[in-house]
């Protein structure tokens, strides 16, 4: 069943019920109460904060002692003959000639495989990283196998720094060796 509240009018006003008398003066006067105690706790807050305004005690000054300043003492003399002997040493140092030794060369082998597409692949993905490498194919005992080698390298170093470039972009397993 609908009803039409519009149409109704204005409800008909109920009968309100007026709280207990009792309970309305006992909410009141708590009410005063709770004011009165936050008012006379402001109150003694400030009278206090007041009266230790003024009692702080004053800092003593400090006195400051005039004091001489003492003679340094006199350097002493070195008791030691060693830093004039170091001074005039020589030291004879042989050195082997480099240019008589043979210069060692490094490679770099980064994979070995057995087809030379997966070889091709490790290439191409080394050459993304802007190094040259080239593919070797190998005979052993165990068949056919196909390198994937950088280099030559005059120094070990120049290898290494490869290496750590071919690290960085994450391809891992290369080895140095001498040149073969």
Same mark, same amino acid.
């Given at each position: 069943?609908?009803?039409?509240? *519009?149409?109704?009018?204005?409800?008909?006003?109920?009968?309100?019920?007026?709280?207990?008398?009792?309970?309305?003066?006992?909410?009141?006067?708590?009410?005063?109460?709770?004011?009165?105690?936050?008012?006379?706790?402001?109150?003694?807050?400030?009278?206090?904060?007041?009266?230790?305004?003024?009692?702080?005690?004053?800092?003593?000054?400090?006195?400051?002692?005039?004091?001489?300043?003492?003679?340094?003492?006199?350097?002493?003399?070195?008791?030691?003959?060693? *830093?004039?002997?170091?001074?005039?040493?020589?030291? #004879?140092?042989?050195?082997?000639?480099?240019?008589?030794?043979?210069?060692?060369?490094?490679?770099?082998?980064?994979?070995?495989?057995?087809?030379?597409?997966?070889?091709?692949?490790?290439?191409?993905?080394?050459?993304?990283?802007?190094?040259?490498?080239?593919?070797?194919?190998? #005979?052993?005992?165990?068949?056919?196998?196909?390198?994937? *080698?950088?280099?030559?390298?005059?120094?070990?170093?120049?290898?290494?720094?490869?290496?750590?470039?071919?690290?960085?972009?994450?391809?891992?397993?290369?080895?140095?060796?001498?040149?073969?």
């Amino acid at each position: 069943m609908a009803r039409d509240y *519009v149409k109704k009018g204005k409800p008909t006003p109920r009968t309100k019920r007026k709280p207990e008398p009792e309970v309305a003066v006992a909410n009141h006067s708590k009410l005063k109460f709770m004011i009165v105690l936050a008012l006379c706790l402001v109150i003694g807050f400030a009278y206090f904060l007041w009266s230790i305004k003024d009692r702080a005690p004053e800092p003593k000054p400090k006195v400051v002692e005039k004091v001489k300043p003492k003679a340094l003492p006199k350097v002493p003399e070195e008791k030691w003959e060693y *830093v004039k002997e170091l001074e005039n040493k020589t030291i #004879e140092v042989d050195v082997p000639d480099r240019k008589d030794q043979p210069q060692k060369q490094y490679q770099m082998q980064c994979g070995s495989f057995r087809k030379l597409d997966q070889a091709n692949s490790l290439k191409a993905q080394i050459a993304f990283t802007g190094l040259e490498s080239f593919v070797k194919r190998t #005979e052993g005992s165990n068949g056919v196998w196909f390198r994937v *080698v950088l280099g030559p390298y005059d120094t070990k170093r120049a290898a290494e720094s490869d290496r750590h470039r071919l690290q960085n972009a994450k391809i891992n397993g290369c080895q140095i060796w001498y040149w073969t």
